[in-house]
């Protein structure tokens, strides 16, 4: 039975923004503590960063979000924070998407707990509480900034997974739906999506979790309400989705996804697909498995007149789609899951293949 | 702007009860660490107590639930511990209903903060963090599990009030839905009713929070099904309440009551009535007020064919409504939300005598 933990702390509102010098002040007790920002690259030269409470003795650093976030990212990042600094930050602040977010709680577990990102990649191998972290989502739907996981990609290994602990939770969070305002209208609508996905993933699933479920259904009430409007970006659906997302990620920290997020995760790794991006082009395709979601998806897609590309799997050959399978099979837990512990009886090889090839 | 404050821990499931023994253990570092253990009078002598994971060391007290908790209660009690023990309790347990709840949250804060119970009756003005303190509900409905507030009755002062404060947050719960299984019919209907009224309140209320928001809405879809259907009580609404007194909690921390909770404290203040009953007494003749609201109630008491007392005030005289208006108006932050900032306007002496003399 699990002892589920709640992220700590967690502001909510707009401007919420103006509290963190205040957060961060009383993280600071002597004048050599230094903090660690991890802002996405999309504020970079952005009056947003200029006006972050960022002290001398502070490091910045600009995540990319061209690709997920790898192990090999996260090692790099650690050894460069050793060579310059000689003592643990005073906190972590990860300002941006789930690539962010979840760089900031890798990194964070990193600090305290040494050795390679990839150890840690799995159920509960996290041994210390990371540094201190503070949560600023700048986009809403991967639950990244309540979730107790930090998803990488393991190119060596050709696959992506979490750190699943309750030490990749974030110690507070600041939930500022101003700061979504600038969200492209197709990647707001990828990235929402996720909550809509794996709401519906862990409601459909055979695990059960009273309060998981209460989280999902009101989430889904929200994306659904924000989704079927027609303005899904206008400041009020901004704010709901900000709460979806953040309830979508307490759910499934009591609960599995299903069949979409692996699926996803073998486009992500072969084929460096967004997360967001990867779950929409599985969910379109996906009347089999979830058969009525899969319709309100597409009314979804109409509704908002957003594009999905096509055709992304076309130039793959034999190796690409053995790969594809592969990546997403090893995704054990939530297939079990979603299916029958012998799960590999219906999501054949030819299956999963099939699924890849109309995507 | 709030930093609002979870729980830290949860566990939620049947039989989670089994899990005490070892998050004790965690917390005792030395032989000599003591528990104070608070139980819901309501298991005295039973076989329940019998197995709790109790110490020698440990000190158990069964806390009376004829009346809710004063601050005199929680006074005499302090005093009682303090002469008994020179040290504080590693841990302090409470095992009941929303009386024994708080009894051991006022107890934790009073341990660690000194001085008298009243002295932190009101806004945040509890100095320091109390004492470790697990919370165990044995009935569903006040949210007293998750919210930041323990309600006492200050006699002298002629008013019931809570400590508001972070410190009145639980750090572990276990949320074990079978521990549910004996209340008895009119009590799990008065208490599971609490959820209900304080998120209609919550959400018919001039202050907005869209996190408390959504845990308004979907506890009140919880209670809806629990006292829509045809067995109140069996093992899946029980769970279900249970979640539902959950997510109350957790919403009206984010936000304030309205209208029946001060004339309920008026209730309880002066006549003794309990929390749960009060509300139900009070939302039963709310139709000017709450009107669809107070229409789906008396559904529920229908549906449900529970009793409540009739006539309570019908012997009190003029000094006694004048009594009962008093504790109520003093209320203002939650009557400020549900009407105008100038609330006395609408809810005249006249008014509140009125309503009073109706229940």
């Given at each position: 039975?699990?002892?589920?933990?709640?992220?700590?702390?967690?502001?909510?509102?707009?401007?919420?923004?103006?509290?963190?010098?205040?957060?961060?002040?009383?993280?600071?007790?002597?004048?050599?503590?230094?903090?660690?920002?991890?802002?996405?690259?999309?504020?970079i030269n952005s009056q947003f960063v200029e006006g972050l409470p960022k002290q001398q003795q502070d490091m910045l650093y600009f995540v990319s979000t061209v690709d997920e976030p790898t192990t090999n990212d996260i090692d790099s990042l650690y050894e460069d924070i050793l060579q310059k600094k000689n003592s643990i930050p005073c906190c972590v602040v990860?300002?941006?998407?789930?690539?962010?977010?979840?760089?900031?709680k890798a990194i964070s577990n990193l600090l305290t707990n040494g050795g390679n990102?990839?150890?840690?990649?799995?159920?509960?191998?996290?041994?210390?509480?990371?540094?201190?972290?503070?949560?600023?989502?700048?986009?809403?739907g991967t639950g990244a900034e309540?979730?107790?996981?930090?998803v990488l990609i393991n190119k060596n290994k050709n696959m992506k997974f979490g750190m699943n602990s309750e030490y990749?939770?974030?110690?507070?969070?600041?939930?500022?739906?101003?700061?979504?305002?600038?969200v492209p209208r197709n990647q707001y609508f990828y990235t929402g999506m996720d909550t809509y996905i794996h709401c519906i993933e862990s409601l459909k699933g055979r695990h059960r979790h009273p309060i998981a479920d209460a989280f999902s259904e009101q989430a889904l009430i929200?994306?659904?309400?924000?989704?079927?409007?027609?303005?899904?970006?206008?400041?009020?659906?901004?704010?709901?989705?900000m709460v979806a997302s953040y309830l979508g990620g307490c759910a499934i920290a009591n609960s599995y996804v299903g069949i979409v997020h692996p699926l996803s995760a073998g486009l992500s790794t072969v084929l460096n697909i967004h997360h967001g991006l990867g779950n929409c082009l599985v969910m379109n395709v996906m009347e089999e498995f979830y058969p009525e979601e899969t319709l309100e998806f597409h009314e979804f897609v109409k509704k908002q007149g957003v594009e999905l590309p096509k055709g992304i799997t076309a130039r793959l050959n034999e190796e690409g789609f053995d790969r594809l399978y592969e990546s997403t099979i090893i995704h054990e837990k939530p297939l079990i899951n979603a299916l029958v512990e012998d799960f590999k009886t219906i999501l054949t090889k030819s299956k999963v293949i099939e699924i890849f090839k109309r995507i």
């Open positions: 039975m699990t002892n589920s933990k709640n992220v700590c702390y967690y502001i909510f509102g707009k401007g919420s923004i103006k509290m963190l010098p205040k957060l961060l002040n009383s993280r600071r007790t002597n004048y050599t503590d230094y903090a660690i920002f991890l802002v996405d690259s999309y504020f990860g300002i941006g998407g789930g690539c962010t977010l979840d760089t900031a990102a990839e150890d840690y990649q799995g159920w509960d191998l996290v041994k210390a509480p990371g540094v201190y972290k503070i949560g600023i989502p700048t986009i809403s309540s979730s107790r996981t930090c990749s939770i974030f110690d507070q969070l600041i939930l500022d739906p101003d700061l979504t305002a600038t929200l994306c659904k309400t924000v989704f079927g409007s027609t303005d899904m970006q206008c400041s009020e659906n901004r704010e709901k989705l």
